[in-house]
């Protein structure tokens, strides 16, 4: 609508002719495009995120992709070397107070190498998937991971939980999200292979939650 209006004015000063004019009223409107809203999952959703994977068809598979994005934080491209390339994955347990907790290396961007931790269900994820061979959960099924399918599975598994849809990478503004509640921005940037805390800081949406908690009463 703007470039039509503004082809009107330049007509009117004679800077196109009426053949350029038509031409440009001729071009169809473009198809609105929906900016898609940043989200980070509330702990009730991602809940029902990890019940549904153990509902669905590969099982084993989708219980571990959201493990390491939810859970470790991993972009998009590094979940999908880690899938593909599940022989040359390294990973090795410790143990933090008695806990498991899974460590896997991870080449990020500028092949600068961090490690991930996964504790909990994401440790008994990570393990099921890397060190059991092969079987009818998996084969045929996810190889190639791509990153065409790593959205589709994503927004299977919200349909499945029925949660609000979401994205790869609104798993792993999750991880930033929950980090920030339990440790400073300067680890956080750490495990997420920051190179700019600025960059880690914009991951975290819990504006409103942040500022009501920060509120207090001076005569209380």
Known sequence: AAIRSLAQRLRRDRLIDGDQLAALNSVKTLPRTRVHARVALSPAEQRLVLN??????????????????LAGGLRSDETIRLVNDRAGVSIRTTEVGEVPVAVLDVIGKGRKQR??????????????????????????????????????????????????????????????????????????QQMMGHADPKQTADYDIRNEERLASASFDPWG
């Open 52 to 69: 549904a994977c153990a509902t669905m068809r590969a099982p084993i598979f989708h219980q571990a992709i959201v493990a390491l994005m």
């Open 115 to 188: 490690a991930i931790y996964l504790r909990g269900y994401a440790h008994h994820a990570a393990l099921r998937f890397f060190c059991t061979p092969p079987g009818d959960d998996r084969d045929g099924y996810y190889t190639p991971l791509t990153t065409a399918i790593l959205v589709a599975r994503c927004r299977e598994i919200a349909r499945k939980a029925r949660v609000r849809m979401f994205t790869p990478h609104d798993l792993r503004r999750t991880f930033a999200t929950n980090m920030m509640r339990r440790a400073d921005i300067g680890l956080v």
